[in-house]
């Protein structure tokens, strides 16, 4: 299964111990989900962590080539512009696009307001968990 975790769920896993995007993301991390990304993703993930967190850039770093070597890095060939209200959110869907990901785990509202998009469902960690264990 491949999965677009949207930055806010990668910060809660990252900063939050034991939280449920935290096991979300374990999924990736035992290689039961395919974890996708992109460029663009990973640099507002660094921006959010150094800015509103105060993670020193080497830890960053440390983050992001983990993820890079994780996960598949993509590279939309299509813009969208779905998010009028975020914008920014627009590279989350640009990302499932471009890897044909099934799923958006998100705690965004904006997204999780579309529900799905181009048949890409989109799911809070708790959701995506739950999902993931029924099968």
């Not at 590279?75 to 890897?99: K, M």
Request: glycine share 6%; aromatic share 6%.
């Amino acid at each position: 299964m491949k999965a677009v975790f949207d930055t806010n769920v990668l910060v809660s896993a990252f900063n939050f111990p034991g939280s449920i995007p935290e096991d979300a993301f374990r999924l990736c991390v035992d290689r039961q989900v395919e974890l996708i990304t992109s460029r663009a993703l990973l640099a507002e993930l660094a921006r959010i962590l150094t800015d509103k967190f105060g993670w020193a850039i080497d830890r960053v770093a440390r983050v992001v080539d983990q993820l890079s070597r994780l996960g598949t890095v993509v590279e939309p060939g299509e813009h969208v512009a779905v998010v009028e209200a975020d914008p920014d959110d627009d590279r989350v869907l640009e990302a499932a696009l471009a890897s044909d990901a099934e799923i958006i785990v998100s705690g965004d509202k904006h997204l999780l307001r579309l529900g799905t998009w181009t048949n890409i469902r989109i799911l809070r960690p708790a959701g995506f968990l739950a999902e993931f264990e029924s099968r």
